[in-house]
């Protein structure tokens, strides 16, 4: 397929970056796929082509790993760059980024879909802050000392040293946040980096890896590869130079990459799928509690892992919560990203279009109604309406599982014991995320202890800050990203015995 036009409301440097010819970069080099062989990236928004990135196979996966190891190993990464400077290049890194944050907001409209004001208020920023946030973490990864019990005479400690070789594996809702998510704490804790961008959403990730060169990290340190999970994830996860695999993405994958990374035992985290309640109880402020599950829910075309996809609120307020979240479904504008005013964009992909259709079909078979969208919005792109589903029943597939688009299954609870709302609520394989509306804090804490989720937002949904944690129970994943916790998965503690 040809590639097309370029859409003429796109900033000149933008444009020119979009139509140019893209290479990864390995050992501090921009290089095409040994085997020459290309993918395309479409437009959601037009289903067309419009640019081609190079398809990273086996034998790409290994030159790239090979030069994160010697990185590692023999490079100034470790001997002669210290802590501090390792924070120093991040934040050159994040001001590099912000100098250019409205190109990047607008590979991001173009790439996911997502309307370009969310991006430059949102995706971009949200990347800077992160950056800085981790090149201040640089100089803080420290052990402790210990009085131990042993007798004798000992000087006891640990040393927090960094795991070696990570391989990471991003999603494509969130590509230039997600990288940065990935790339911040493994970089400040002083590992070397193999990083796979998502196929369907590549270009801000190559054109971070640009922004990487310049900010003068060592050759092999960040490696960037483009190509599909089967030819590049794949041989990235079971690589034996690769000490440790940090995964975002779908539960089902996430299960394949722990089968791949057993061949030496490497590290694993894993942040995955959800399937995340709104609990609104009799109390809340309903205008509050209506606008924010609303957002929970179609925020990023519901593309994101703790979207709140199950409505659950009590049988005195769940039809007018059902009615004023009905109503905003029904107004939200769906257009392309780039159009100002746009409020919802398209879906990434076909596959994701007919993915999330098929689940509307499912839940209306089997019995559940619309009340409001339930159709696709356009003939050309990948645009569904915002949708809310009621007389939706726990064994139905809409609610078992993951949906990922902008569908909302909202359910009545007829109780008012805590206990049994919180078995309702974890009633899933999942537990990502919560969110709570109560005008009442005591119940909204006890909810709080009793739901089994990573994040529980009381009276919000959708907060994040580069200084929480945020991570799943459950099938939902392993181990956490962002805050000081996410250095646990990216350093190795020793622990040193000198007798004195």
Known sequence: MATIALDPRLDKNTSNFISSEHRMLIDGKFVKAASGKTLPVYNPATGEVMAHVPEAE????????????????????????????????????????ESHLEEFAELESMDNGKPLAVARAADVPLAVDLFRYMGGWATKIMGQTFPISFPGEYLTYTLREPIGVVGQIIPWNFPLLMAAWKLGPAL????????????????????????????????????????YGEGAGAPLAAHDLVD?????????????I?????????KVTLELGGKSPAIVFPDADLDKAIAGTASAIFFNH??????????????????????????????????????????????????????????????????????????????KGYFVHPTVLTHTKPEMKVIREEIFGPVVCAMPFNDDDIDRIAREANDTIYGLAASVWTSNLSIANKMAKRLKSGTVWINCHNVFDAALPFGGYKQSGWGREMGGDVFNSYTEVKAVTTAL
């Not at 440790?244 to 394949?256: D, M, P, R, Y």
Request: include cysteine.
């Open 58 to 97: 086996a034998v790409d996966v290994d030159r790239a790993a090979r030069a994160a190891r010697r990185a590692f190993d023999e490079g100034p990464w470790q001997r002669k760059i210290t802590a501090s400077q390792r924070g120093r290049l991040l934040w050159k890194l994040a001001d590099l980024l």
């Open 258 to 266: 722990v089968g791949a990374a057993r061949g030496n035992l490497k």
């Open 188 to 227: 400040a804790a002083g590992n070397t980096v193999v990083l796979k961008l998502a196929e369907q959403t590549p270009l801000s990730g190559l054109r971070l890896a640009e922004l990487i060169q310049e900010a003068g990290f060592p050759e092999g340190v960040v490696n960037v590869l483009t190509g």
């Open 302 to 379: 519901g593309q994101c892992c703790c979207a709140g996809s199950r409505l659950l609120a009590h049988k005195d307020v769940y039809d007018r919560v059902v009615e004023g979240v009905s109503d905003i479904a029904s107004k939200i504008r769906v257009g392309s990203g780039l159009d100002p005013e746009t409020q919802m964009g398209p879906l990434v992909s076909e596959e994701q279009y007919q993915r999330v259709s098929g689940f509307i079909d499912s839940g209306l078979n089997e019995g559940a109604k619309a009340t409001a969208g339930g159709r696709p919005a356009a003939e």
């Open 244 to 256: 440790k695999i940090a995964f975002t993405g779908s539960t089902e994958v996430g299960k394949l």
